[in-house]
């Protein structure tokens, strides 16, 4: 335990420095809103990672602050939800695509939700945006 524990801590932190940030198709974010109500739609495409070697992966969603976030579907995930920060880790890469959901209940309309898929592998880390297409 300590040492997964050590592990997921390395990999919080390094994230914050010198990764490039690009578009990755194999995840997608889809948003339906319903007045204040956002719910928030994570596919991963697995097979379009195309490396049987993906060990780590992190999903990270910054949510608009003064929403409050019920997680519904967390994918086998360690979730959590951290002021404003959504977090999902997996150790092992799933064997098929998956989705996870959470529902965001804002006082306001809509506001940006912004996010990164990280995942690690043989060749390294690799961090990508997380790109919403709105219903």
């Not at 040492?3 to 995840?27: D, R, T």
């Not at 339906?32 to 994570?42: A, C, D, F, G, P």
Request: some cysteine.
């Amino acid at each position: 335990m300590k040492k997964i524990s050590i592990i997921l801590i390395v990999f919080c932190f390094s994230f914050n420095f010198g990764y490039g940030q690009e578009h990755n198709s194999a995840v997608k974010r889809n948003l339906t809103m319903n007045n204040n109500e956002i719910l928030v739609e994570i596919k991963v495409n697995v097979s379009q990672l195309n490396d049987t070697s993906v060990k780590l992966i992190k999903i990270m969603e910054t949510i608009p602050e003064g929403c409050s976030c019920t997680i519904i579907e967390e994918a086998g995930s360690i979730a959590s939800i951290v002021n404003n920060h959504v977090k999902m880790f997996w150790f092992e890469l799933p064997s098929r695509d998956f989705q996870v959901k959470y529902m965001l209940t804002c006082p306001d309309k809509y506001n940006l939700i912004t996010g990164e898929f990280i995942y690690l592998d043989k060749d390294g880390m690799t961090k990508t945006l997380i790109i919403e297409n709105s219903k």
